[in-house]
T-cell receptor, first 110, second 113 residues
Framework: LAKTTQPISMDSYEGQEVNITCSHNNIATNDYITWYQQFPSQGPRFIIQGYKTKVTNEVASLFIPADRKSSTLSLPRVSLSDTAVYYCLVGDTNAGKSTFGDGTTLTVKP | DAEITQSPRHKITETGRQVTLACHQTWNHNNMFWYRQDLGHGLRLIHYSYGVHDTNKGEVSDGYSVSRSNTEDLPLTLESAASSQTSVYFC????????????FGEGSRLTVL
């Protein structure tokens, strides 16, 4: 299983772009990279997923370099409501062989 | 709307008792998972199932069991609860071959005294 490493915490201000990096040095060929957001007392919620290069949706972008040993979640123009814990998950297509990171607590300040 | 529900949301029990946490999903997903989340840690996989009558152990399966008799439900049983099993438990489901996109329930907070 790929071991993942994320920063424990990050601070930002409203309106700024936030980049959270996840390291996964032993990622396997079939592994995808998925990011989740979790608010207190709730289950995690899917944000974005990718395999290589760049993926963008309406809430975030995911950058994956050619060697795939890391990935960066980019949140444009964060607001107070983006304060949450963000997890990266690296694993195969059925998630049974996948590993969550310990999460990054993002605090957005006014 | 399709959803995934867990019950009970909160439970207090005593050491040595058997406890079952229910998970029910209406997404018609083949894959279902149980995770535990402890303070200061991420989610750790307990057991998972890829379909009816299929169950597999995750990284922290000792002291837990699951059974899958239909597509919708994956109950998690603690045969003899221990204080170390005090945690928040999350159930999740996903489509077969949908790479890692998990849909989570709201969690069940279990306290073992």
């Amino acid at each position: 299983l790929a071991k993942t490493t994320q920063p424990i915490s990050m601070d930002s201000y409203e309106g700024q772009e936030v980049n959270i990096t996840c390291s996964h040095n032993n990622i396997a060929t079939n592994d995808y990279i998925t990011w989740y957001q979790q608010f207190p007392s709730q289950g995690p919620r899917f944000i974005i997923q990718g395999y290589k290069t760049k993926v963008t949706n309406e809430v975030a972008s995911l950058f994956i370099p050619a060697d795939r040993k890391s990935s960066t979640l980019s949140l444009p123009r964060v607001s107070l409501s983006d304060t949450a814990v963000y997890y990266c998950l690296v694993g195969d297509t059925n998630a049974g062989k996948s590993t969550f990171g310990d999460g990054t607590t993002l605090t957005v300040k006014p | 709307d399709a959803e995934i529900t867990q019950s009970p949301r909160h439970k207090i029990t005593e050491t040595g008792r058997q406890v079952t946490l229910a998970c029910h999903q209406t997404w018609n997903h083949n894959n279902m998972f149980w995770y535990r989340q402890d303070l200061g840690h991420g989610l750790r996989l307990i057991h998972y199932s890829y379909g009816v009558h299929d169950t597999n152990k995750g990284e922290v399966s000792d002291g837990y069991s699951v059974s899958r008799s239909n597509t919708e439900d994956l109950p998690l049983t603690l045969e003899s609860a221990a204080s170390s099993q005090t945690s928040v438990y999350f159930c999740a489901s996903s489509e077969h071959n949908r790479a890692g996109e998990l849909f989570f329930g709201e969690g069940s907070r279990l306290t073992v005294l």
